[in-house]
T-cell receptor, first 117, second 112 residues
Framework: EAGVAQSPRYKIIEKRQSVAFWCNPI?????LYWYQQILGQGPKLLIQ????????DSQLPKDRFSAERLKGVDSTLKIQPAKLEDSAVYLC???????????????FGPGTRLTVL | QQQVKQSPQSLIVQKGGISIINCAYE??????FPWYQQFPGKGPALLIA?????SEKKEGRFTISFNKSAKQFSLHIMDSQPGDSATYFC???????????FGKGTRLSVIA
């Protein structure tokens, strides 16, 4: 079974530039998450999708970050304009939605390492 | 506000020894407590998980101990091997389909 795919794996940009990340979840996984992992810290949620709808974007800096999941499969995360503090690994995770009462394991992709200069 | 506190930040253990990582949480709504293992350049991968209705769960060399009244849980790695060298994250979530809240991670080095 193929895992969560992310691209690019690495990206270096200047501050104030824009950047986009792409995620392809495991086939059939209805729930998709984007996490930000700053060096030396645990991942922190940015946004959660259920199919193509947003479930939780309370921690997404909406003045510069945006995300979409058209057709409920692939997702893109965009930063515009980037700041130095956005340097981090951006992780995509997906889970197979079974029911609201059961734990649905999250499978993580390898991440995109962003460096903002 | 950090909702899951993890310690130690780093840990060095001799091969064959026991590695112990501790976590504490504040939110009593948390109902699922997984541990993730992350190797450099890779995403986190689920190692073992526990619900608060049991006090211990064992899978091979990995054991989670859970203390609901103290709001603490820990990971024990028995017979630690160099291949266990990685960063370990404890996490918590209120329900089955909600985001994980992670600790800051513990970098484990197992030396021969």
């Amino acid at each position: 079974e193929a895992g969560v795919a992310q691209s690019p794996r690495y990206k270096i940009i200047e501050k104030r530039q824009s950047v986009a990340f792409w995620c392809n979840p495991i086939s059939g996984h209805a729930t998709l998450y984007w996490y930000q992992q700053i060096l030396g810290q645990g991942p922190k949620l940015l946004i959660q999708f259920q199919n193509n709808g947003v479930v939780d974007d309370s921690q997404l800096p909406k003045d510069r970050f945006s995300a979409e999941r058209l057709k409920g499969v692939d997702s893109t995360l965009k930063i515009q304009p980037a700041k130095l503090e956005d340097s981090a690994v951006y992780l995509c995770a997906s889970s197979l939605f079974k029911s609201w009462g059961l734990y649905n394991e999250q499978f993580f992709g390898p991440g995109t390492r962003l460096t903002v200069l | 506000q950090q909702q899951v506190k993890q310690s130690p930040q780093s840990l060095i253990v001799q091969k064959g020894g026991i590695s112990i990582i501790n976590c504490a949480y504040e939110n009593t709504a948390f109902d699922y407590f997984p541990w993730y293992q992350q190797f450099p350049g890779k995403g986190p991968a689920l190692l073992i998980a526990i619900r608060p209705d049991v006090s211990e769960k064992k899978e091979g060399r990995f054991t989670i101990s859970f203390n609901k009244s103290a709001k603490q849980f820990s990971l024990h790695i028995m017979d630690s091997q160099p291949g266990d060298s990685a960063t370990y994250f404890c996490a918590a979530t209120p329900s089955g389909n909600t985001p994980l809240v992670f600790g800051k991670g513990t970098r484990l080095s197992v030396i021969a």
